[in-house]
């Protein structure tokens, strides 16, 4: 699986952004998906996560009720939708793909298999 993260940009604070997450293959569906940041000097942390189906999401303490994940597995793309965004959220976002064996819904991102190459998100106050 390759994935292609677009959608980054410069905003200002309180702005928002939809980030996508294209992926190759016919094969997207049976794929767990994720969002991972990095921000300058700090560690890779995730995000936000969507079951195969789109039907359960989960969500970094930091995103929740800010951020919204989704999947179209007929055009084999996911999304983040961010709003209200704040200076902290400035980060490279990962998009990452997680084959799904029945575990449940991965919040490590070691867990995943594939990743795409990032989306710099910049966060102006």
């Known amino acids: 699986v390759q994935l292609q993260a677009s959608g980054g940009g410069l905003v200002q604070a309180g702005g928002s952004l939809r980030l996508s997450c294209a992926a190759s293959g016919r094969t997207f569906s049976s794929y767990v998906m994720g969002w991972f940041r990095q921000a300058p000097g700090k560690e890779r942390e995730f995000v936000a996560a969507?079951?195969?189906?789109?039907?359960?999401?989960y969500y970094a303490d930091s995103a929740k009720g800010r951020f919204t994940i989704s999947r179209d597995n007929a055009k084999n793309t996911v999304y983040l939708q961010m709003n209200s965004l704040k200076p902290e959220d400035t980060a490279v976002y990962y998009c990452?793909?997680?084959?799904?064996?029945?575990?449940?819904?991965?919040?490590?991102?070691?867990?995943?298999?594939?990743w795409g190459r990032g989306t710099l998100v910049t966060v102006s106050s």
């Open positions: 969507s079951s195969v189906s789109g039907g359960s999401t």
């Open positions: 990452a793909a997680d084959r799904w064996r029945g575990a449940p819904v991965s919040t490590i991102g070691a867990a995943y298999d594939y």
